[in-house]
Nanobody, 125 residues
């Protein structure tokens, strides 16, 4: 059973930065993916960024390209989401998730088997 724990959320002013951390346990697949998703109040959950271990590729939602970076150390855990130039519309609960194998695209939430509990990010002055 894979477990994921997010941390690093908080309150930040517009234009500021935060780094989220996703710590995972028991990832055994060599073709796993890690995704960051977010859900704002009253909205559906959306994919933000993801990492595909099969080839090291990363993908981003258009709304965060150039501002957010997903990365990891040489180990499978933890995985980070560096968020720069934050905007009020980035306010949401951020979740990380993992999949043993992605069939279509790692930004699609139905590809994922295990999810963390989420961490709140609030961007406000």
């Amino acid at each position: 059973q894979v477990q994921l724990v997010e941390s690093g959320g908080g309150l930040v002013q517009p234009g500021g930065s935060l780094r989220l951390t996703c710590a995972t346990t028991a990832i055994t697949s060599d073709y796993y993916a890690i995704g960051w998703f977010r859900q704002a109040a009253g909205k559906e959950r959306e994919g933000v960024a993801c990492f595909r271990s099969s080839d090291g590729s990363t993908f981003y939602a258009d709304s965060v390209k150039g501002r957010f970076t997903i990365s990891r150390s040489n180990a499978k855990t933890p995985v980070y989401l560096q968020m720069n130039s934050l905007k009020p519309e980035d306010t949401a609960v951020y979740f990380c998730a993992t999949s043993a194998y992605v069939e279509r695209h790692c930004l699609l939430q139905d590809e994922y088997d295990y999810w963390g509990q989420g961490t709140q990010v609030t961007v406000s002055s």
